[in-house]
T-cell receptor, first 114, second 110 residues
Framework: GAGVSQSPRYKVAKRGQDVALRCDPI?????LFWYQQALGQGPEFLTY????????KSGLPSDRFFAERPEGSVSTLKIQRTQQEDSAVYLC????????????FGDGTRLSIL | SQKIEQNSEALNIQEGKTATLTCNYT??????LQWYRQDPGRGPVFLLL?????KEKRKERLKVTFDTTLKQSLFHITASQPADSATYLC?????????FGTGTSLTVIP
């Protein structure tokens, strides 16, 4: 598969649990983005990586959210002590070079916090 | 911060007609705008990019315009087909972030 792959597709967790969401970008893509999408809304920017460097994390809603991309390829978004308002679809996207290029999205992880 | 507004109401049109979707932005004028299509349960798919020095961009039945004076982009689908039914998102890169609009839901009626 040549596209962006996200796993799991669905995740249900109890309030207070930690979750980890994985993103496999297109091979060789330099830029990687995480977005949060609520029902009926557009994606909201969370964070941006250029290779392994996290260049912008200003969209992360709180210090419970943490993202990493240690080797400049696979990325993980971790949410600690989940709360009900964290329920959303989390989208990952990659682009071939700089931030201002067309983005290729995965189909997202739908997170439900009970 | 930057704000992007799209037609909040769903758009229903008859097959064969031209659909026109609007994207308005406030504050900063972006160097370019992007348009994406999103189907239910799927991630957005890139359609077109238009730069600030381009008035119009075309790709098959799609056309995008960009008016920096009005701070507006229009997205047209000509000879619309039921398969064009989806949510369409505009996006821009400003200040080191990507901003997406809320999207406009389009339904093409056979």
């Amino acid at each position: 598969g040549a596209g962006v792959s996200q796993s799991p597709r669905y995740k249900v967790a109890k309030r207070g649990q930690d979750v980890a969401l994985r993103c496999d970008p297109i091979s060789g893509h330099v830029s990687l983005f995480w977005y949060q999408q609520a029902l009926g809304q557009g994606p909201e920017f969370l964070t941006y990586f250029q290779n392994e460097a996290q260049l912008d994390k200003s969209g992360l809603p709180s210090d419970r959210f943490f993202a990493e991309r240690p080797e400049g390829s696979v990325s993980t978004l971790k949410i600690q002590r989940t709360q009900q308002e964290d329920s959303a679809v989390y989208l990952c996207a990659s682009s071939i070079r700089e931030i201002n290029q067309p983005q290729h999205f995965g189909d997202g992880t739908r997170l439900s916090i009970l | 911060s930057q704000k992007i507004e799209q037609n909040s109401e769903a758009l229903n049109i008859q097959e064969g007609k031209t659909a026109t979707l609007t994207c308005n932005y406030t504050n900063y004028s972006p160097a370019y705008l992007q348009w994406y299509r999103q189907d239910p349960g799927r991630g957005p798919v890139f359609l077109l990019l238009i730069r600030e020095n381009e008035k119009e961009k075309r790709k098959e039945r799609l056309k995008v315009t960009f008016d920096t004076t009005l701070k507006q982009s229009l997205f047209h689908i000509t000879a619309s087909q039921p398969a064009d039914s989806a949510t369409y998102l505009c996006a821009q890169y400003t200040g080191n972030q990507f901003y997406f609009g809320t999207g406009t839901s389009l339904t093409v009626i056979p």
